[in-house]
């Protein structure tokens, strides 16, 4: 976020993020106005998959609905995205955006390429680019 300040001079942020710790750090960066949906984020804290457990009720379907839906439309709006491209909601934000602007805006993957209108791709790429993010850790 940081380098991308600088270098586009950006100062307004939009968060979405199911991580709580990411929200508080990009919102304590001098210099940035961080914007981010009024959610409880410990509902995403699970071992298990979100769709996993919304099909067996253990969280507010109608809230984790809603609020993917604003974050991902919000995002589509955003002037510039950074994201993780290898989640289908992030590249999904990413092609929102750019149809809605009718041109590539600036972005940032923070670990795999961006693929315009990629089908599911093999799970050897997925393991591909997941073991490039982790090489980086």
């Known amino acids: 976020v940081r380098a991308?300040?600088?270098?586009?001079g950006v100062t307004n942020v939009f968060v979405a993020s199911d991580d709580?710790?990411?929200?508080?750090?990009?919102?304590?960066?001098?210099?940035i106005r961080?914007?981010?949906l009024p959610l409880?984020?410990?509902?995403?804290?699970?071992k298990w998959w979100i769709d996993h457990r919304a099909q067996y009720g253990t969280l507010d379907r109608?809230?984790?609905?809603?609020?993917?839906?604003?974050?991902?439309?919000?995002?589509?709006?955003?002037?510039?995205?950074?994201?993780?491209?290898?989640?289908?909601f992030s590249s999904a934000a990413f092609e929102l955006s750019v149809f809605r602007k009718g041109k590539v805006p600036p972005y940032v993957s923070v670990d795999c390429p961006w693929k315009p209108?990629?089908?599911l791709g093999s799970m050897r790429e997925l393991a591909v680019c997941n073991e490039r993010v982790v090489a980086r850790s």
């Open 62 to 88: 109608k809230l984790v609905s809603e609020s993917a839906l604003l974050d991902l439309l919000l995002l589509a709006e955003c002037d510039m995205l950074i994201g993780t491209f290898s989640s289908h």
């Open 20 to 31: 709580e710790a990411a929200v508080r750090a990009i919102a304590a960066m001098p210099g």
């Open 117 to 119: 209108a990629r089908p």
């Open 34 to 36: 961080a914007m981010h």
């Open 4 to 8: 991308v300040s600088n270098l586009y």
């Open 40 to 46: 409880d984020r410990t509902v995403y804290d699970s």
